[in-house]
């Protein structure tokens, strides 16, 4: 009973500086990749405190709720949008033996059920504004997540399939380095596919500010706003996670893997977590038609050949 | 024997539907063949619509304009070279040809072999009677068989030239051919069934025959009373015929005449009552005589072959053929006798004001024909078929020779000729025979059948009521004394009053100026010969009788019928001698309307029967909207009413719908719960 | 447990849910409610399946059947509602009553029923079909 | 009463409790979100009666997928914010013969509950944990029931046929002079 509350602190205290530390790092080197330097003022060592302002300055802002708005949705939504992710973090292994809050036999069907259930938040924003631009933003949340989960599932199941256990901490055990080319192409859908379920760039049609202002969140101020920015920076943590656990071996590296196993982890959950800021500043925005066809003709398609090829490889090994 | 007989009736029969399938491909085969060798002629194959020759009643507007045609048809006899090209004509005539041969064959080895030959080819199993599909040859059927097939083949003959330029002459053909066949079966029958087959066969060729210029409406409605006024006697002829055969066990000729004695008299009575509405139908005897002058609006050879010298000899034939049943049922042979003597006399006096030559010679068709019943009636059978034999001889050449006048003059009336004596001298010599025959002057056919038939009736008159006198040459039957003279006095006056109107048609046509405006020529050489060839017999026919000892002339009979003859041919003479120009009949001053509407008969039908009909339909027409329709239509109207009462739950809405059926379901399961 | 806890949680639940089908108009409600039987209809075939446990795990991997046959039977749902809002405008099922008989006005009733008119909506629908 | 059936009771309560506010709400999207609460009590349920698998699916394809389809749904078909009034023949929500529905619903509610109370009054579940993985659910599937299985992709092939020719605009039946 104390380990599990002393995992669940831990957890917690993850789940609040991970983010930030994303954040930050998003804010660093997006600006050192655009020839600049960033914030550079606050906490006096090169911005480190930026976020924590920010933070302040979020929640002193004014609660504003629209007349219009659906007012219980409307301040439900930021929760529904960041809980699941708190939730999936939970059945995430960091390291071996039982470094994990909960280890679920079923734990990668539970990662993507919650997952898929914190676009709802999205969704919820976007109608409770009362705003022809928040709802269409909504919308495009709904379609994005159609067309996405499907592939993202098929990748999961790749990983899955190898490793023949749902279980996320049976699957790390299983991996050996060799999956890293087996499951190349399960990888990248997995990783693509998460990133538009997550409406990050260059999937970020739902949010687009040049067209519909800011999407689901135009009428979102405050803390509710940094409710919503803090969901899409721990999604960004639980995909790299998720990724990290699925396909790259989660704590397993070259060496000391059950003293470092975390350290592990973190590592490749960081580099994945750049590679998301990086393709945010090279890549520009999809149009609804791209982001639909690459969905369908590419991702589909593809997660299905890893499928097969999973099996293939496994029938032979078997 | 049996097997040439049924050949014979066979022969038509296909040639009928030969003709009909492949008449007009003959017809082409034939004149594509000719082209070549006509060289330069024109190829008209006679599928060519060409306006049709109708000799209609009413004087045609058309009548000039139909002269170049008329004058193309005398001049260069194109009928005669056209012929070999007339694919139904051919197969029609050869066919007939055929069966006239056969016939010829049978009635010769019947009259060297005197005797009955008869056959069953099959037996059709009903259950209760037998119908036997067989045949009989004796001296009657072969006689009248080979009569039958002589006028048939002279009119098919006749017709070549006379319907030249028919569009339809493909199914005229072949129903000439059918209603021949027909006619045989009739003759050579030796079962009553097969009998009325036949009979049934004759009465709707007659009508497609008879309205065969169905695009005048007349005709259509003259051929549509023909079929309705003799079905109206069928009805009768047919439960005759039940009668007979059920009262007798069996529908063969033979065994009805056998089963006669043993039949009770009111059977007799009754059965022979009722094939006397079917002959007095077919025979045109009065009352349901009044098709016949209608049925004139056929084309002419039609008139002479069905409604001169076969069809209308049937209902004649059919008595002979029965006679001993007749026999045994004086009541009929008196009722035959009566409307014998109306007939006869009613249609003479009809026929002397007509002024359509056609018309004349149908109302002296009827006269004739009652001539032959009152025969019958008095007990001279062979007179009669002996006089039905002449008739048929005489009555064809006098519809032919009358149908190449009409030809010629473009008209049927008789006040549009006059003075063809010169230029028409074969017809007109054809047909003084023809004439003299009707009237039945010495030495031709019909003076020496008519003698006999009035011999006949004088005798009977004469023996009538006195009993066992069974000494006398020919039995008599059993009629009452009265009804025996007036037959003899009605066949003495009609005799001159046939001498009158055959002598005004004759002198109408043939003397004095001519009052139409025609190019007078004689007929075309086929048609001119086909009347003069049925002139011989109709001359010589009569000393045919001299054979048999009730034939041959009597003194007393023939000298009282010549006197009346001259009485009534002087009057017609001497009234047409003070004026040619006029026609003799005005004389009669208002009678003459009444004779020339034929006593208005037609008229007392359409009072007494049709106008009641149609008054009746009418009401029931009426009762049928009133009553029954509204009956219906307030059926709908109250069903509708229900119905809109039960619409009102179809609303459309799914929820209601689906609301009911879960309520339903949960009723059920309530129940089943509940109860189990 | 006792076997009645989920089953007359699942009988309630296809109450509400016969409940819904029939009384919401909105026709995407009716979906939801449709949703809510089979999801009562799942929670019996679950629990039977505990109940009797099945060594084929029929009632479980029915359930199974039933949420994917769900999930399309929604996308399909889903398809013709849209359909018909693209046509007519609305979503309200009882307004949908051209299978019905056609409503009138009481003159024209009275005057009878020899007017058929019920055709028109029909047509005007398939007009609006079109591109 | 057993822990587990106070448990059972709570989350039957909250679904069925939501349930009737799906079917009662005056707001579309409510009764939507009203579906996920009564959905995951359910899938509670599940987890209860060791139907793990089973009910992380309920998850993953009814709040995952149907509830956002129906979402999606409801914002296309333009779905006012906010209370509807309720109201006479325009209500939009509930049709006129929301009291016979209210009688079928309970009449249903009284048979089915009336015979599962007489059939089952001491059927008792023994719950063990060891049916509802993956594993068992995965063989079980694949040996004895793979024809329904088979079967069952036969008709998502065709719902999804059915689904796209219904919502394209672009194909459709010709009409008689060819055009689309």
Known sequence: MLELVVKLVLLAAAFAVLPLLVGQTEHKVMAHMQARLGPMYAGAFHGWAQLVADGVKFVQKEDVVPRAADRRIFKLAPAVALVPYLIVLVVVPIGPDGQVVLDLRVGLFFALAVMGVGVIGAIMAGWASANKYALLGGMRVAAQLMSYELPMVLAAASAAMAAGTLSLTGIVEEWRWWWLPWQAIGAVVFFVAGLAELRRPPFDMPVADSEIVFGPYTEYGGLRFALFLLAEYAGIVVLSALTTVLFLGGWKGPFLETELGWLWTLLKVFALSFVVIWLRVSYPRLREDQLQRLAWAWLVPLSLLQLALTGVVKVAMA | ?676 | MHALYPLVVSALLFSVGVYGVLARRNAILMLMSVELMLNAVNLNLVAFDALWRDRLHGGQLLTLFTIVIAAAEVGLGLAIVLLVFRNRKTVEVDRLTELGEARRDPAEARRGADAETSAEPVAAAREGDGP | MTAQEVVFTLLGAVAVGSAILVVTTRQLVHAALWLVVSFGALAGAYLLLTAEFVAWVQVLIYVGAVVVLLLFGIMLTRAPIGRMPRGGPDDPLDSGNRWAALAVALATAGVLITTLVHGFSDAVIDLKAEGGGAEPLGASLFRTWVLPFEVLSVLLLAALIGAIVLSRTDIGPRDREGRR
């Open chain 2, 1 to 676: 024997m049996i097997a040439l007989v049924s050949l014979t009736i066979a022969l038509p029969f296909c040639a009928a539907f030969a003709g009909m399938l492949l008449g007009r491909r003959l017809s082409r085969t034939l004149s594509a063949r000719a082209l070549p060798a006509a060289g330069s002629a024109a190829p008209d194959a006679p599928t060519t619509p060409l306006p049709a020759v109708v000799p209609d009643a009413a004087p045609a507007p058309g009548d000039e304009a139909r002269v170049p045609e008329l004058s193309r048809l005398a001049g260069p006899d194109l009928a005669l070279r056209r012929l070999p090209r007339n694919g139904p004509a051919l197969i029609a005539i050869a066919s007939t040809a055929l069966a006239t041969l056969l016939a010829l064959i049978v009635a010769t080895t019947v009259w060297l072999d005197p005797g009955t030959r008869e056959g069953t080819l099959t037996l059709v199993p009903t259950g209760t009677v037998d119908i036997a599909i067989g045949l009989q040859a004796d001296g009657l059927a072969a006689l009248v068989g080979l009569m039958v097939c002589l006028v048939a083949l002279a009119v098919q003959i006749y017709s070549v030239a006379y319907l030249a330029e028919d569009p339809r002459y493909c199914s005229y053909a072949a129903f000439v051919s059918l209603f021949t066949a027909a006619m045989l079966l009739v003759v050579y029958a030796a079962d009553l069934l097969l009998l009325y087959v036949g009979w049934e066969v004759m009465g709707i060729c007659s009508y497609f025959l008879i309205g065969h210029h169905w695009e005048d409406r007349a005709n259509s409605r003259a051929a549509v009373k023909a079929f309705l006024m003799t079905r109206l006697g069928d009805v009768g002829f047919l439960i005759g015929i039940f009668a007979l055969g059920i009262g007798a066990g069996t529908f063969s000729i033979g065994g009805v005449l056998d089963a006669v004695p043993d039949l009770p008299a009111g059977t007799l009575t009754a059965a022979t009552l009722l094939l006397l509405a079917g002959v007095a139908g077919k025979s045109a005897q009065f009352p349901l005589h009044t098709w016949l002058p209608d049925a004139m609006a056929g084309p002419t050879p039609i008139s002479a072959l069905i409604h001169a010298a076969t069809m209308v000899a049937a209902g004649i034939y059919v008595i002979a053929r029965l006679y001993p049943a007749f026999w045994a049922a004086p009541a009929s042979l008196t009722v035959l006798g009566i409307v014998a003597v109306i007939s006869m006399v009613g249609s003479a006096l009809a026929a002397l004001a007509q002024t359509d030559l056609k018309r004349v010679l149908a109302y002296s068709t009827i006269s004739q024909l009652a001539y032959m019943a009152a025969g019958l009636a008095v007990g001279a059978q062979t007179a009669a078929v002996f006089h039905l034999v002449t008739h048929g001889a005489f009555k064809a050449l006098l519809f032919l020779a009358a149908g190449s006048v009409i030809l010629v003059a473009g008209s049927n009336l008789l006040g549009r000729y006059g003075g063809l004596r010169r230029t028409m001298p074969i017809t007109f010599w054809a047909m003084t025979v023809g004439y003299a025959a009707l009237i039945g002057l010495p030495p031709v056919s019909g003076f020496f059948s008519k003698d006999s038939i009035i011999e006949g009736a004088r005798h009977a008159a004469a023996t009538a009521g006195r009993e066992g006198t069974g000494d006398t040459a020919a039995a008599v039957p059993d009629i009452p004394g009265g009804a025996a003279w007036a037959i003899y006095i009605a066949l003495l006056v009609t005799v001159g009053i046939t001498a009158a109107y055959a002598m005004r048609a004759w002198l109408m046509t043939f003397f004095g100026e001519q009052r139409g405006s025609f190019q007078a020529r004689e007929a075309p050489a086929l048609m001119t010969w086909t009347v003069a060839a049925l002139a011989v017999p109709s001359a010589v026919l009569g000393f045919f009788g001299l054979g048999a000892a009730e034939l041959r002339p009597h003194l007393v009979s023939a000298g009282l019928a010549l006197l009346w003859a001259a009485g009534g041919g002087a009057a017609a003479y001497l009234l047409w001698n003070r004026d040619p120009a006029r026609d003799p009949a005005d004389r009669l001053g208002p009678l003459r309307t009444v004779f020339d509407r034929a006593f208005y008969l037609d008229e007392l039908y359409a009072a007494l029967v049709v106008r009641p009909v149609r008054a009746a339909a009418r009401a029931v027409v009426v009762a049928d909207r009133r009553g029954l329709d509204a009956l219906v239509v307030g059926t709908a109207g109250w069903s509708r009413r229900a119905g809109g009462a039960l619409r009102r739950i179809q609303t459309g809405n799914a929820q209601s719908y689906l609301t009911g059926l879960l309520a339903g379901v949960v009723v059920i399961a309530a129940g089943v719960v509940i109860l189990l």
